[in-house]
């Protein structure tokens, strides 16, 4: 079964709202990633997270890596149209990226 | 570079039929995998090779076959499609194992596969 649990499924916001998605693993993991991808496209790679703790941003994405490195989320403060699409976390299990359900966000203007 | 190249982009097939989805890339990468992806399933691991001459199962490998006789080209086959393999297939790529640091994978833009 699904190695990363990610959560939520859907979210509908309203432009301007903020939005954030989890992802749990249910081993340590090395190093987490997360990939956008846009409607009718493909999933494209946005960062890697190693440390445990790890913060990073992207402008308005904020992306986070917990103390035990089994879970990690991803923030959008002020959302806008642009952001529309699935996010998907990632994990390595040996030679596998194991990527969670993903969150399908919708914004509306 | 054309990154990762799938072909072709659309499929219909017919149930028991047969047919190979190509996947080549040009930026020499060792590691190659195939995902599968449905609505509320993400994005599930078919088969993956990190190397040519090797190939491993993921998550999903019933009903599909995988060979790596060259760096550049993983093609994935189906020798008897069912229903149950209409689905969005991607191909990706990166320079070393997945998920290894400092590694992130490239997508081809997908072949979506109607099966009959």
């Known amino acids: 079964g699904q190695q990363v649990m990610q959560i939520p499924q859907y979210q509908h916001v309203q432009e301007g709202e903020d939005f954030t998605t989890y992802c749990n693993s249910s081993?340590?993991?090395?190093?987490i990633q997360w990939y956008k991808q846009r409607p009718g496209g493909h999933p494209v790679f946005l960062i890697q997270?190693?440390?445990?703790?790890e913060v990073k941003k992207q402008k308005r994405l904020t992306f986070q890596f917990g103390e035990a490195k089994k879970n990690s989320s991803l923030h959008i403060t002020a959302t806008q149209t642009t952001d529309v699409g699935t996010y998907f976390c990632a994990g390595p299990y040996g030679n596998k990226l194991v990527f969670g359900a993903g969150t399908i966000l919708r914004v509306k203007s | 570079n054309a990154g990762v190249t799938q072909t072709p982009k659309f499929q219909v097939l017919k149930t028991g039929q047969s047919m190979t989805l190509q996947c080549a890339q040009d930026?020499?990468?060792?590691?190659m995998s195939w995902y599968r992806q449905d609505p509320g399933m993400g994005l599930r691991l078919i088969h993956y090779?990190?190397?040519?001459?090797?190939?491993d199962q993921g998550e999903v490998p019933n009903g599909y076959n995988v060979s790596r006789s060259t760096t550049e080209d993983f093609p994935l086959r189906l020798l008897s499609a069912a229903p149950s393999q209409t689905s969005v297939y991607f191909c990706a790529s990166s320079l070393y194992g997945g998920g290894a640091s400092n590694s992130p994978l490239h997508f081809g833009n997908g072949t979506r596969l109607t099966v009959t």
């Open positions: 081993t340590t993991l090395s190093n």
């Open positions: 997270l190693v440390k445990s703790g």
């Open positions: 930026m020499n990468h060792e590691y």
């Open positions: 090779s990190v190397g040519a001459g090797i190939t």
